[in-house]
């Protein structure tokens, strides 16, 4: 009878390390990341024009710790400078800013950044955002640290990341400013 219980528990433990081993693979297409108590959901951008110097990268932040945290930097592959931007209207005219201090994610709350509001900025692009090619990046928060991430890829122009995530805010985002759309909406990043 021992005999038959130590063959059950080798069985046991092989099932657990194949289970561990078969993560990785399972994981290597997934549209969420999580570092510490903070979770990042479909990130995404869109393919930009040939011209192009600027894109824009959206995803829902959650903090599931009980402390906020902030986003206060990040990385692309494809560009050397990547700032967190707000976007508001003033006077009728959308205006976009650096978010000083980085981004505060509340504990227990989601932080959208989606067109039209809170993004990132992929500044001074090296190279466009192509159809199919997933921008790789890095996000970094003040207390949960540096996550690698990979940025899904919409059509130029898209309102929402691809695969039909039903985010669909009726934000009036046709106010004739350039941002969604257009290769440089005059900031004047070197
Ligand atoms: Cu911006």
């Known amino acids: 009878m021992t005999l038959v219980t130590i063959r059950k528990a080798a069985l046991a433990a ?8 078969l993560v990785p693979a399972a994981t290597a297409q997934a549209e ?3 570092i510490g108590d ?8 869109r393919v930009t024009p040939g011209s192009a110097r600027v894109a824009g990268g959206y995803m829902v932040i959650t903090n599931n710790g009980a402390e906020p945290d902030r986003l206060i930097g990040g990385s692309v592959e494809i560009a050397p400078r990547f700032e967190v931007h707000s976007m508001e209207m003033v006077d009728g005219v959308a205006r976009m800013a650096e978010v000083e201090g980085g981004l505060e994610i509340p504990p227990g709350e989601s932080v959208t950044l989606e067109p039209g509001s ?6 001074n692009l090296e190279s466009p955002v192509v159809a199919d090619e997933p921008v790789s990046g ?3 928060f003040e207390r949960a640290g540096e996550i690698a991430i990979t940025y899904a890829v ?3 122009g898209s309102p ?5 995530h039903a985010h669909d805010h009726d934000h009036d985002h046709d106010h004739g400013h350039d941002h969604d759309q257009n290769d440089d909406h005059g900031h004047s990043h070197d």
């Open 154 to 156: 919409a059509p130029m």
């Open 38 to 45: 903070i979770t990042i959901e479909t990130p995404w951008t």
């Open 118 to 123: 809170y993004h990132a900025m992929f500044m």
């Open 14 to 21: 092989f099932g657990f390390s194949c289970a561990i081993a």
């Open 138 to 140: 890095t996000l970094v």
């Open 160 to 164: 929402r990341a691809p695969g039909g």
């Open 32 to 34: 969420s990341f999580a």
